[in-house]
């Protein structure tokens, strides 16, 4: 049974940095597929983030890319994210989970979340 | 601003049926079959419902069915349990590699 799990500092001052990590069980994380960030703001919808590969290759939304990177550590079977310059607005729940994908000639296709974390708070405050 | 369009607000009562559309571009639900929905209670992690436009995940409901014609994904629950109250969220793979979602329709059962 394939489960993941978000840790991180629940409270982050503004203009620092945010990092998390999604420890991945049941479940190589080498094993060909991406594994992605989403995030929700208190009362309001998800939003993408980025996803990366087992490999390192990474995909990030535009809207974040300036401030975003991922990483994985396949030697701990976990994958992190660091948000950089944060502010109020970073203020959410980010979830981690695992996307299916394909990629061929015709180009890389990012299939759906199958696979979710419970989920972790994070508060930008001073 | 969500990339993808959804209602706001669906209800219905028990037993009936509701459809929930998601309205994108020819950037992302136009030209993918790459159409996910989720189911997200209250303080709970999204749950994926509907994959490629239409496939139930294993576990999910045959109430749950999914269909897309042009730009438009919808989202199609019937005999309406109470259970099934819940927000609802679309998704579409995009040019860029992203995934963006809908705005979210909170489902009401009456």
């Known amino acids: 049974q394939v489960q993941l799990q978000e840790s991180g500092p629940g409270l982050v001052k503004p203009s620092e940095t945010l990092s998390l990590t999604c420890a991945v069980s049941?479940?190589?994380?080498?094993?060909?597929?991406?594994w992605g960030w989403i995030r929700q703001p208190p009362g309001k919808g998800l939003e993408w983030m980025g996803g990366?590969?087992?490999?390192?290759?990474?995909h990030y939304n535009p809207s974040l890319k300036s401030r975003l990177t991922m990483s994985v550590d396949t030697s701990q079977n976990q994958f992190s994210l660091r948000l950089n310059s944060v502010t109020a607005a970073d203020t959410a729940v980010y979830f981690c989970?695992?996307?299916?994908?394909?990629?061929?000639?015709?180009?890389?296709?990012?299939?759906?979340?199958?696979?979710w974390g419970q989920g972790t708070t994070v508060t930008v405050s001073s | 601003q969500s990339a993808l369009t959804q209602p706001a607000s669906v209800s219905g009562s028990p037993g009936q049926s509701i459809t929930i559309s998601c309205t994108g571009t020819?950037?992302?639900?136009?030209?993918?079959?790459?159409v996910s929905w989720y189911q997200q209670h209250p303080a709970m992690a999204p749950r994926l419902v509907i994959s490629?436009?239409?496939k139930r995940p294993s576990g999910i409901s045959n109430r749950f069915s999914g269909s897309k014609s042009g730009n438009t994904a919808s989202l199609t629950i019937s005999g309406l349990q109470a259970e099934d109250e819940a927000d609802y969220y679309c998704?579409?793979?995009?040019?860029?590699?992203?995934?963006?979602f809908g705005g979210g329709t909170r489902l009401t059962v009456l």
């Open positions: 989970a695992r996307v299916p994908h394909t990629e061929d000639t015709s180009g890389l296709f990012l299939y759906h979340m199958d696979v």
């Open positions: 049941g479940f190589s994380i080498d094993k060909g597929f991406y």
């Open positions: 990366i590969h087992g490999s390192g290759n990474a």
């Open positions: 020819s950037r992302d639900i136009g030209t993918s079959n790459l």
């Open positions: 490629e436009v239409y």
């Open positions: 998704c579409s793979f995009a040019n860029g590699y992203i995934l963006p």
